[in-house]
Nanobody, 119 residues
Framework: QVQLMESGGGLVQPGGSLRLSCAAS????????MGWYRQVPGKERELVAA???????TYSDSVKGRFTISRDSAKNTVYLQMNSLKPEDTAVYYC?????????????WGQGTQVTVSS
């Protein structure tokens, strides 16, 4: 089993910054991908950013240049630095972990942390 513990959400004004953290524990394997998804009511969960254990990066077009994903492999922790936040970034953000190759393994999700961007 894999447990994902998120922290760092909250309320911020437009243009502000937040940093999300997610610590993974349990059955963690060296070949994996960790990242962040977000979801608003009535919409599907969407990828925000992901980073493989080999350093490969993926960002949603909507956050490129504003968000930065990073990892501390020794701590099995992934971070999401969110700058220049916009009201449309408001969502529940979920940490994600999956062992690779992905088609062999299941997704693991955190409980979600609310990010609200509002004046």
């Amino acid at each position: 089993q894999v447990q994902l513990m998120e922290s760092g959400g909250g309320l911020v004004q437009p243009g502000g910054s937040l940093r999300l953290s997610c610590a993974a524990s349990g059955s963690i394997f060296s070949g994996n991908v960790m990242g962040w998804y977000r979801q608003v009511p009535g919409k599907e969960r969407e990828l925000v950013a992901a980073m493989t254990s080999a350093g490969g990066l993926t960002y949603s077009d909507s956050v490129k240049g504003r968000f930065t994903i990073s990892r501390d492999s020794a701590k099995n922790t992934v971070y999401l630095q969110m700058n220049s936040l916009k009201p449309e970034d408001t969502a529940v953000y979920y940490c994600h972990y999956r062992r690779v190759p992905a088609y062999l393994y299941q997704n693991h999700w955190g409980q979600g942390t609310q990010v609200t961007v509002s004046s």
